[in-house]
């Protein structure tokens, strides 16, 4: 008998259980908002807009916010790239290739982990490290922006496939007053008359 190394329980096999595996993909899918959304917080003591609260500032002659500098520099894309990076040397694969901006990596680190969770939470010894960590981030992210912006409603997964026929998977969400929906990753554009053609070839366990 195993334990899940996030919370404890008992598990007949792997290492995360259902509940922190979910909980662990709802955190990788938001990062890249918390991301973005602490772009308005890089200046001490400006606000960020009505939803947030404001920052408080302890060093008030400082150009930049550093926990937010850590975080948007640093602290985010390299966790999530570090624990990709493991993942993929654990399963004997080779490195990642690391391109882009900083957003971008963030994007792709994150979308990959959520499409290799199911691997992570049934294989990964470290899986419970991996899930601290986002976690920990994501609440210094949340002490510094209040609360997230309005995700939307998620609609499914992308079902764009590239030249070679791999399909995107990226998750796709709609907010209120959109009339289409634009892939984060691939930009693939869906018009409002494709959200029924998506929930029908979403791929089986899709939400």
């Not at 909980?23 to 918390?34: H, I």
């Not at 294989?123 to 209040?146: N, Q």
């Not at 030249?163 to 018009?191: D, F, K, M, Q």
């Amino acid at each position: 008998m195993n334990q899940c190394e996030a919370c404890g329980r008992d598990l007949e096999h792997g290492y995360l259980c259902q509940g922190d595996t979910l909980a662990l993909a709802e955190r990788l899918d938001r990062m890249p908002k918390l991301y973005e959304a602490l772009a308005g917080f890089l200046t001490p003591a400006v606000h960020g807009g009505a939803e947030f609260v404001t920052v408080k500032v302890t060093e008030a002659n400082l150009p930049v916010d550093e926990a937010v500098l850590d975080l948007r520099y640093g602290g985010i894309a390299l966790v999530l790239e570090g624990r990709r990076s493991d993942v993929q040397a654990v399963r004997g694969w080779g490195q990642p290739a690391i391109e882009g901006s900083v957003e971008r990596r963030v994007l792709a680190a994150a979308r990959w982990l959520s499409m290799s969770l199911e691997w992570i939470a049934a294989s990964y010894p470290a899986a419970g490290d991996l899930a601290r960590e986002v976690r920990e981030m994501e609440g210094a992210a949340l002490s510094i922006v209040g609360a997230l912006p309005d995700r939307g409603r998620r609609i499914g997964q992308c079902v764009a496939a590239d030249a070679s026929g791999v399909v995107c998977g990226a998750v796709l969400r709609h907010r209120s007053g959109e009339t289409s929906l634009v892939c984060p990753w691939c930009t693939c554009v869906y018009a409002s008359g494709d959200f029924l053609m998506l929930r029908t070839l979403q791929p089986e366990g899709a939400s």
